[in-house]
């Protein structure tokens, strides 16, 4: 089973900040990478699929990046509705699919 | 709009069995992969089932084999979870999900809550 790692587990920042999200995999998944967003008491949302295409309504302040074992997600000047927690997930190798244990990302 | 509308969910005793059903429209649900994924109360997304577009292929976690059977009704547009000996580890909220392309999870659903307790 390929173990997802994201770091940190919680991020402080400020409305129109930068910030960049980590996601490790135990194993090589090529680009078979996703980054999902789940806002409290909603549904997860597909932000990114193939490590760094953007899923259809996806603004451009997310961009993604990696290959391989590392990979991150960036966005560029925080807005209000980003305050979320994000997820990264493989599916280059499964059963099973995995999931990393999610960054919240919270107003400081 | 894709719109996939779980439901079956409730308060079950352990060694129990429930069936949750995914009702899907807005699209063309005999073309695209199908998942079952859950989220326990406060922590992180597993993937637990997935049946491919004609319901030949079928995969589960390790948690889950064994006691949990993943199906489709193609003429009715519907998936379904059938969760047999029900344990209180999987108490969670169960997503359907579609795929965009296989195990992208373009699609969820709002979920339905299993609580397995005695």
Redesign the interface.
Known sequence: EIVMSQSPATLSVSPGERVTLSCRASQSVGT?L?W?Q?KIGQ????LI??ASSR?TGVPARFRATGSGTEFTLTISSLQSEDFAVY?C?Q?NE?????????TRLEIK | QVQLVESGGGVVQPGTSLTLSCAASGFTFSNFGM?W?RQAPGK????VA?VSYDGSHK????SVKGRFTISRDNSNNTLYLQMNSLRPEDTALY?CVKD????????????TLVTVSS
């Not at chain 1, 499964?94 to 999610?102: K, R, S």
């Open positions: 078979k996703a999902l789940q549904s997860p949302r597909l699929y193939s899923a997820y997930q599916y499964w059963p099973p699919i995995t999931f990393g244990q999610g | 998942h994924v992180g997304l597993e993937w997935m995969y589960f976690a390790d997503f965009r392309i296989i195990a992208e999870f373009e699609d969820w659903g709002q979920g």
